[in-house]
């Protein structure tokens, strides 16, 4: 008689319990061990086969994923690059005691010059070692001034991104000064590096009415002076999509290690604590961590320690990835998915 078992062909035999006999017995002993050998083959053959199947068709996969690259979670690292762009009596560790104008204030210039001649190179050998690519948002002054340094940054396959001709307020230019103003700073840091800047980044963030459409007369992508949402999204300028990727001050060396004198333990605590929480979330909804290193000051060998351990502690999570912004901003330009907010449209027209 002939049955099946999970689409299987099984043999089933039947005895006369009546006329067995001793040699009977033993071979019908035999033929029960074969068959019981040949059924639990069929059954492993039949398990393997269907595991590869899902392996096949990732059926065994079936959570949704909010971003097109199907990332949990995605980590955007800025690394500014502003040493020697800076004005005169410029925010540092000396600033409560400034000294009268026109008098070089000389231990504040070498602690922006650390930045150039130590900072960086810190941090582009911790990248290096992750195989991170982070975006370097590069003052045009700070890259004439140090050519090598924005020419490492740029060899070891980081995005270049705009940050302004120098230190600067946009805020209170107008249009014409404006587009001029950010057409030197891309530019001259075109010349040395070789990459023009499609991202943009103000001097504190600080944008005036027309920035948005500057920046879309000059051919940009995105730009990250905004800090309403924890993911990009699409605004019009001009009718157009333009693309704003949110920076932080949560995460940010500047701002909770230079000015409220955070160690670096307590800096990386916050980024752990951000981290699980965006992660938490990445699971139903599209979200996207920002962190910021200045080149001074997120380049100290604490800083990169505790950089160090945060990567190692976002890389043991399934689903998360290190990506550039203008790769960022690319993914999600034309995504269906990505939020369009217009707050800012009677500016931008």
Known sequence: MVATLAGIPIILFCTNRKR?????????????????????????????????????TGSQDTTKKYWPNGAQLVISVSMQFETGGQPEGAESPFSGNAL??????????????????????????????????????VVGE?????????????????????????????????????????KKGIDTVQAITGQRGIGYNCNWLR??????KVLQELGFLYHIDDLSRDEPFITHVR????????????????????????????????????????YTEGASKRRMMSISFHDRIGGAPAMVRAMDEFIQYAKGKNGVVFMRKDEIARLVQND???????????YNK
């Open 20 to 56: 067995l006999d001793i040699s009977n017995h033993k071979q019908s002993t035999m033929n029960n061990i074969s068959k019981l050998a040949f059924l639990s083959i069929s059954l492993l053959i039949l398990s393997c086969s269907r595991e590869g199947q899902e392996a096949r």
């Open 100 to 137: 009268p104008k026109g008098q070089p204030d000389l231990p504040a210039e070498s602690w922006y010059r650390y930045g150039a001649t130590e900072g960086i190179y810190r941090m582009l050998d911790l990248w290096r070692k992750h195989d991170v690519k982070v975006t370097s948002h």
């Open 142 to 182: 700070a890259a004439a001034k140090y050519p090598e340094v924005a020419k490492a940054i740029a060899a070891g396959g980081h995005e270049i991104a705009a940050h302004g001709l120098a230190w600067d307020d946009q805020w209170k230019m107008s249009y014409a000064e404006e587009l001029s103003f950010v």
């Open 207 to 212: 944008r005036s009415p027309n920035t948005l």
């Open 239 to 278: 009718g157009e999509n333009f693309v704003v990727m949110p920076y932080t001050l949560r995460n940010n060396d500047i701002v909770n290690i230079s000015g409220n004198h955070w160690s670096p333990d307590q800096f990386l605590a916050q980024l752990k604590m951000e981290f699980d929480q965006l």
């Open 336 to 346: 269906p998915d990505t939020p369009v907010d217009d707050s800012e449209a009677a």
